[in-house]
């Protein structure tokens, strides 16, 4: 059982599309981090929400946690073929300040020109 | 932000050999972590490295299979022991900024045949 599930799994769009993936979970989260991946790169870290509700916005990208701390979600705005890749959502995996991370199977984007 | 500079990038082994890869952060860093990806899905996290002690493996990874050193605070690496084609994917050395967010090594794309 996955402890975070990202849908969909696959998004293929034209370009200036808009779009909205989502990480949900069960169990309540003090943070929840949203990763890009690249072929042949390792994961970018795009943002971290920490507040129940918050919203963190970059540039077309804007970042929402569930009021409950349990799920994420992220909207592009006039999504570009640079908004290509693997999305990942991450979470503390430990109990405590482990440092180890549980990754959700990931959205993989695709924007066509 | 730290950068890690992991390598080789790609490799293709005989199975029953064994591939040592390495990651070089350029800071001193605490804790470092190597995940396992098949291409285009999840992370998962086979064991934490901490300078100074064994590493600690999770479920389902075992120290004779996957040998980890952390001789400094800058350096650790990991080999794949008598490899056979299911242990044919990416695999990623990280560390942390903060106390959750991970940045990543670029990758070892591993097949082995």
């Known amino acids: 059982t996955q402890l975070l599930e990202q849908s969909p799994q696959f998004l293929s769009i034209q370009e200036g599309e808009n779009l909205t993936m989502y990480c949900n979970s069960s169990?309540?989260?003090?943070?929840l981090q949203w990763y890009r991946q690249e072929p042949g790169e390792g994961p970018v870290l795009l943002v971290t929400?920490?507040?129940?509700?918050e919203v963190k916005k970059l540039k077309r990208l804007t970042f929402q946690f569930g009021d409950a701390s349990k799920d994420s979600s992220l909207h592009i705005t006039a999504a570009q073929p640079g908004d290509t890749g693997l999305y990942l959502c991450?979470?503390?995996?430990?109990?405590?300040?482990?440092?180890?991370?549980?990754f959700g199977q990931g959205t993989t984007l695709q924007v066509k020109p | 932000s730290a950068v890690i500079s992991q390598k080789p990038s790609r490799d293709i082994c005989q199975r029953g050999t064994s591939l040592t890869i390495q990651c070089q952060v350029d800071s001193q860093v605490t804790m470092m972590f190597w995940y396992r990806q098949q291409p285009g899905q999840s992370l998962t996290l086979i064991a934490t490295a901490n300078q100074g002690s064994e590493a600690t493996y999770e479920s389902g990874f075992v120290i004779d299979k996957f040998p980890i050193s952390r001789p400094n605070l800058t350096f650790s690496t990991l080999t794949v022991s008598n490899m056979s084609p299911e242990d044919s994917s990416i695999y990623l050395c990280?560390?942390?900024?903060?106390?959750?967010?991970?940045?990543f090594g670029q990758g070892t794309r591993l097949t082995v045949v």
């Open positions: 991450a979470g503390e995996g430990g109990s405590g300040n482990t440092g180890k991370l549980i």
């Open positions: 169990r309540v989260f003090s943070s």
């Open positions: 990280s560390s942390l900024q903060g106390n959750t967010e991970a940045f």
């Open positions: 929400v920490v507040t129940g509700g």
